[in-house]
């Protein structure tokens, strides 16, 4: 019952890639943080090259006389994909179908390329020789809707990341628990950042009755449901405690139907997923978040990291994304090392 949840709340609409080359630009554009602006710039400048080639393919003509104006494109070993070049069908010369959903990735990376090459074609040859300095590391959730990059128009070798539902840290988990432990002791990461985004499936599950154990255990599809379920039981716990006016009203809403049947779209009253906009939901959302900034303030990494003294401070951060306005917020929840004042935020503050 619980992934047919949440399967619900991160359903995202599904976009078909036209082969209109307006409609395939505009599409692509929101892969790349750069503005229309630059990309406008962009396509003027590598325009003249749609007379050198039908196709994404370098070939040796076209390979000299690019490199010759812009020397950006041998850094990637790279022709550009001037924009003015229809898009192919999706059959190939040998007659091979590609999903479309494939294919958009593919169009996506070649985008990037390009789009890297001409803009800072020396960065990702850097990264590749120099390794990684990321500022922050950032743990998020795993929702499809929540794009690090994306979100924060940041360039490769920014964010060092993880994720999982409802973006949780757990001492007993040995994924997050080793990246927390690799961005600060190895990659001496500044800020570790904990955010959560409104609408969060996860959370949403956590505000429904549990299923009974005896459901669980004979149903084979409630069963496969399990890890999902333990894995949500930390945020039922701040759902079942939590004195925050929003959460507790929620609470007292439930407890009053009780057992009590309603057939509203044949579930049992008590059982409906809330509303983006509830408040008890997105309250929920931000408690979640500034519970797990506490769990890594106090695991034994930043623990440690702490009572070494380490040159480099660490400051944990509790943010929260809009999955609507694309908006990031800071809950103003900040932990940094003992006696050292946590750094002012521009982000919209949320109390």
């Known amino acids: 019952m619980l992934l047919a949840v949440m399967r619900s709340m991160l359903r995202a609409p599904r976009y078909t890639f036209a082969t209109s080359p307006t409609l395939h630009r505009a599409t692509l554009s929101l892969l790349h943080p750069l503005s229309l602006t630059d990309q406008h ?21 076209n390979d000299a ?18 924009e ?64 690090e990059q994306v979100i924060f128009s940041a360039e490769p070798g920014t964010l060092f990341t993880t994720g999982n539902v409802a973006n949780q840290f757990h001492e007993h988990d040995l994924n997050s628990k080793s990246v927390l432990q690799y961005a600060v002791s190895t990659l001496l990461v500044k800020h570790v950042v904990v955010m959560g985004h409104y609408g969060c499936g996860g959370v949403a599950a956590a505000t429904l009755p549990q299923p009974p154990p005896a459901t669980r255990a004979e149903d084979p599809v409630d069963n496969v449901d399990n890890a999902v379920q333990d ?23 439930r407890a009053t139907l009780g057992n009590r049947k309603r057939e509203i779209g044949g579930k049992e009253a008590g059982e409906q997923l809330p509303d983006l906009h509830d408040p008890a939901f997105r309250a929920l959302v931000e408690e979640n978040v500034k ?9 034994t990494v930043i623990s440690n990291h702490y009572t070494h003294s380490a040159p480099q401070p660490v400051y944990v951060h509790g943010w929260v994304y809009d999955i609507e306005t ?26």
């Open 231 to 253: 894995w949500i039981l930390p945020i039922r716990a701040i759902y079942g405690t939590s004195e925050r006016k929003e959460i507790v009203e929620h609470r007292e809403r």
């Open 65 to 82: 006389n690019i490199n010759k104006e812009n020397s950006a494109w041998k850094i990637l070993n790279r022709l550009p994909s001037p």
């Open 291 to 299: 519970a797990n900034v506490q769990r890594i303030a106090r695991s």
């Open 326 to 351: 694309g908006e990031v917020a800071d809950l103003g929840v900040t932990v940094g090392p003992p006696g050292v004042d946590v750094p002012a935020s521009p982000f919209p503050l949320l109390r």
């Open 84 to 147: 003015c070049i229809q898009p192919p069908t999706a059959a190939n010369a040998q007659g091979a179908m590609f999903l479309p959903e494939i294919e958009a990735l593919y169009r996506g990376n070649q985008k990037f390329r390009d789009m890297i090459a001409a803009t800072t074609p020396e960065l990702l040859r850097d990264l590749a020789k120099q390794g990684q300095r990321p500022p922050f590391m950032l743990l998020d959730c795993s929702d499809s809707r929540v794009g």
């Open 41 to 61: 710039k962009y396509r003027l400048k590598h325009r003249r090259h749609c007379s050198h080639s039908s196709s994404n393919a370098p070939n040796d003509d």
